[in-house]
């Protein structure tokens, strides 16, 4: 124990530091442009879960004329549009604060008006009924073209942040040279980086093909192309989206619950695993034909090894609830659990959504093994498990953060309190049972994207209740999702101001970053690019030797 306490540190600088005017306001504008977005989706993912109900309601809000304007909607909004600003505003702040100095305010605007124009113009045609192509947009389903131009402005936004981040970190290593990056600033930012290196796969896409294609510059499309270069980015995303909540899970957490984070190098290796292992996407694509049996089962065993830095976080971040829940008095083997501070909706709604994480990661780990993949694709199974990951891992995730984090920005105290305490569990019951609804009618074949309300064929045994439990609980997130908005509301209009300002709430850990020794190769990015791309050269390499130039022969549908 005399180790461990020589060795603890803080993740960042302790000394104050103040966000700059121009900083706060990019980033504050970037989170509630995000909760925005997330409102207009989750009225669609309202009528999405009555679907599976058998209530049929696509055309009741304004604009939706059917189903797929409606899940294209609900897609967009809240998995692109609602996650990219906020993790755009959400690690910029982390950035900043981890390395002690502002961003460059100019480009977190720019960033934003991306990410806004971006959205006006993917939003544009799918409310017109011009790009009810699904979030995933493949082709030879063809949208309007101001779709594909919006949805590249809304990940140029992303690179955005990214630049400023690497300026912002090369300027602190000129100050601080031979130091070790605080890993409050290097977990955001290697989040950047591995999205830096993810996004290429549909970006390219977008820009190369679906762009020219939909303004009639291209013969056709080539859909297996297309779907190869969506998913190598399509399975990265999703770390894109939930590096931010683990982002908040190892940095803030620990401290919210009053506990340590246990090593500094085991968080520093869980973000390396997730720059390097990125080219998995193919096991979204086990079922595709066109497809060798050595792309499906490379990536079979590299997708279980990318499952293993959520098993080190599962490890890490309960060790730390641990070690808080005993300060509180907990004792026994679980008792430590209920010690935690519950009261605290910053913490009870990042806690549910670890637990929710668990059930998510396990389907996760299903969907990935081949024969069971045969089993849970393209039914509501995996909508089942991506409503427990981004549904809930993160989402939820961000509801906690915001509690804290918006007064912390507007310097307002939160209004509603009791509201907002009650809020997060409200969301988990109705996560639990919608999840239980999607993963058991998955199983017994009921199809995902699928206007089931509508449909002239009998529905299998099983599916009605799979589907009443789907729609229940759609409903009751739904709910959960307006209350939180509420509390959001009537803080930014009625919250009085915060008489003290606090800091960003920050922990200390056992282990901290060595100054010298092996762990300093922790901290040499380029290597771990440079071992990224050498992975995804062996495994995207073949594919795009034996199958480029593109074949356009595909006509638009
Ligand atoms: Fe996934 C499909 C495999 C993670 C999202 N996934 C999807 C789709 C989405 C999505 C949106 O291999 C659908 C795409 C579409 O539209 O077609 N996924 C995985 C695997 C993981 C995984 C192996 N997915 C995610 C995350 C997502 C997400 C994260 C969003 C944020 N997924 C797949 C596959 C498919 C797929 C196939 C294709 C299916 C098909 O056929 O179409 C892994 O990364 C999961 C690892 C996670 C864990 C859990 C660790 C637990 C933690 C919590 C600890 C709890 C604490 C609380 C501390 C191993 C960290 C403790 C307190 C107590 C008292 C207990
Ligand atoms: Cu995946």
Avoid at 40 to 65: D, E, H, R
Avoid at 272 to 277: D, E, G, S
Avoid at 356 to 366: S, Y
Wanted: with cysteine.
């Amino acid at each position: 124990s005399t180790i461990v306490q020589a060795q603890t540190q803080v993740v960042t600088d302790p000394k104050g530091f103040q966000l700059s005017p121009g900083n706060r306001r990019w980033i504050l504008l970037s989170i509630l442009f995000g909760f925005a977005a997330l409102a207009f989706g989750v009225f669609q993912g309202f009528v999405q879960g009555l679907n599976y109900a058998g209530i049929s309601l696509f055309t009741m809000l304004p604009g939706m004329k059917t189903y797929y304007e409606g899940l294209t909607a609900h897609g967009v909004l809240n998995a692109f549009i609602f996650t990219f600003a906020e993790a755009n505003g959400w690690l910029s702040m982390m950035t900043a604060r981890g390395l002690g100095r502002n961003l460059n305010s100019k480009l977190l605007a720019l960033s934003f008006i991306f990410l806004l124009l971006g959205t006006i113009f993917a939003g544009i045609p799918i409310f017109a009924g011009k790009a009810s192509v699904l979030y995933t947009f493949y082709p030879p389903l063809r949208a309007h073209w101001a779709f594909y131009f919006g949805i590249a402005l809304a990940v140029v936004s992303t690179w955005i942040i990214s630049a400023a981040q690497l300026l912002a970190l090369s300027a602190w290593r000129k100050e601080h040279k031979g130091e070790r990056i605080p890993l409050m600033a290097y977990v955001s930012i290697m989040t950047y980086i591995m999205w830096d290196i993810s996004s290429l796969g549909a970006a390219s896409e977008d820009l190369f093909l679906l762009l020219p294609w939909s303004l009639n510059l291209l013969p056709g499309s080539d859909p297996l192309l297309s779907r190869v270069l969506f998913w190598y980015t399509g399975h990265q995303i999703v770390y894109y989206w939930l590096l931010p909540a683990y982002v908040s899970w190892y940095i803030c957490i620990p401290r919210l619950v009053g506990g340590k984070l246990f090593s500094d190098s085991l968080a520093r290796i869980a973000f390396i695993m997730f720059v390097v292992l990125v080219p998995v996407g193919f096991h979204h694509q086990y079922t595709d034909p066109g497809i060798g049996n050595y792309y499906k089962i490379a990536v079979l065993f590299l997708t279980f090894a990318i499952a293993f830095p959520s098993l080190l976080t599962a490890f890490s971040i309960m060790y730390a609830l641990e070690i808080g829940g005993r300060a509180n008095g907990g004792k026994g083997i679980l008792g430590w659990f209920w010690k935690l501070p519950w009261s605290n909706p910053a913490v009870s709604a990042q806690v549910l959504a670890m637990i929710a994480f668990l059930p998510g990661g396990i389907t996760g780990i299903m969907n990935a093994s081949y024969n069971m993949n045969l089993l849970t694709h393209n039914t509501t199974f995996v909508p089942g498990h991506f409503h427990l990951t981004l549904g809930s891992a993160v989402t939820l995730s961000y509801f906690g953060i915001a509690y804290w984090l918006i007064p912390y920005l507007t310097g307002k105290e939160l209004v509603l309190k009791g509201l907002a305490r009650w809020q997060p569990w409200i969301y988990f019951l109705g996560i639990l049972i919608f999840a239980r609804g999607e993963i058991s009618g998955g199983i017994l074949g009921m199809p995902r994207r699928t206007a089931i309300a509508i449909i002239n064929y009998e529905p299998l045994p099983g599916w009605k209740l799979a589907g009443a439990l789907t729609g229940i609980g759609g409903t009751i997130m739904f709910i959960a999702c307006v209350l939180f908005f509420l509390v959001i509301f009537f803080t930014l209009i009625l919250g009085k101001p915060k008489e003290t300002q606090e800091d960003i709430p920050f922990c200390e850990t056992y282990l901290g970053a060595a100054p010298s020794g092996w762990q300093l190769i922790l901290d040499k990015l380029s290597y771990w690019v440079l071992l990224s791309f050498i992975l995804i050269g062996l495994v995207y390499g073949p594919f795009l030797l034996t199958h480029l130039p593109p074949k356009l022969t595909s006509p638009p549908f």
